[in-house]
């Protein structure tokens, strides 16, 4: 479970499994988007299988939508010390 942290700024994530499960679920949805993408690109396949395969592509274009950021791109917030840089 996640919580508030009782003093300063929250991080992005409660814990490293929080963002170890962010990052997996993240990569899936890039996955499936990206072979249902594939998919419409072939020349291929029924009206009916084409209209399925954009509405899985839309599903999980949705869900993507709760993983704007990659969290891999992210650098840890240090306190800069006196002196340096």
Do not use: H
Request: glycine share 4%; net charge positive.
């Amino acid at each position: 479970m996640c919580t508030w942290p009782a003093r300063g700024r929250p991080s992005y994530f409660c814990s490293s499994a929080c963002r170890e499960q962010y990052e997996y679920e993240r990569a899936q949805l890039a996955e499936d988007i990206k072979a249902l993408e594939e998919a419409l690109d072939a020349p291929d396949g029924s009206y009916r299988d084409r209209r399925r395969v954009e509405t899985e592509l839309a599903k999980r274009r949705w869900g993507m939508q709760r993983y704007l950021f990659d969290s891999a791109q992210l650098t840890p917030s240090r306190k800069r010390r006196k002196g340096n840089p």
